[in-house]
């Protein structure tokens, strides 16, 4: 009897051991690697294009010696209003297009000064006309905003939009290294600019 109630117990503890182990591996950052290639079907931004869509695009770039790589859908103005239009106010966007646009980190990254483990999330933003909220969340792979749940945010900060005085007819994605172990990720769009300080962690 004894015997039996032991062998119960230790199934049930391992059982437990697994499903919580389980669990913390299903909320860990999933690593991925993004093939970059130098194929841009959008020469330059700032022109008209006959693209119809927004086709995919990649872009990536050295923070000190982490590599930042983004891979996002670019949608184009085509004579919309964007901002309140296109993209509403107060609204979590998706931040391109067709799927959460992803970004993956090679190393834990310093991102507005807040620490980010290695691997691959999905930038978020909600825009307002004075300040918007960028999200990094951690389910990467997702159709639009369909699955998005604020519990899995990884990190939520402000930032200032900018104007610009030239129209990006195409949405775009920028890594600008700016110092050692120093850079931003850009994102700007028809006349506006927003930008995060992005370190690598020590």
């Not at 993004?34 to 927004?54: Q, R």
């Not at 990649?58 to 590599?67: A, F, K």
């Not at 297009?97 to 970004?103: D, P, Q």
Request: glycine fraction near 6%; include cysteine; aromatic fraction near 10%.
């Amino acid at each position: 009897m004894r015997k039996n109630t032991l062998s119960t117990c230790l199934f049930v503890a391992t059982f437990l051991f697994a499903a919580c182990s389980s669990q913390e591996n299903k909320r860990e950052p999933k690593v991925i690697s993004f093939k970059i290639e130098n194929k841009d079907p959008i020469a330059n931004p700032y022109e008209k294009d006959t693209i119809k869509g927004s086709p995919q695009r990649e872009v990536s770039g050295r923070i000190g010696g982490t590599t930042v790589a983004i891979r996002y859908h670019s949608p184009a103005v085509r004579g919309r209003i964007i901002w309140g239009g296109l993209v509403p106010y107060h609204q979590v966007w998706v931040t391109g297009a067709h799927n959460a646009t992803a970004i993956n980190f090679e190393r834990a990254m310093k991102i507005n000064g807040q620490l980010v483990k290695a691997g691959t999330y999905a930038i978020f933003t909600i825009p307002t006309p004075d300040e918007w909220t960028v999200i990094l969340n951690e389910r990467w792979n997702q159709h639009l905003t369909d699955e998005y749940k604020t519990e899995e945010d990884v990190l939520r900060f402000k930032v200032k939009p900018m104007v610009m005085p030239d129209t990006i007819q195409r949405l775009t994605y920028e890594v600008k290294p700016l110092a050692p172990g120093k850079g931003e990720v850009a994102i700007q769009w028809e006349t506006l600019r927003i930008g995060f300080p992005i370190e690598e962690a020590r």
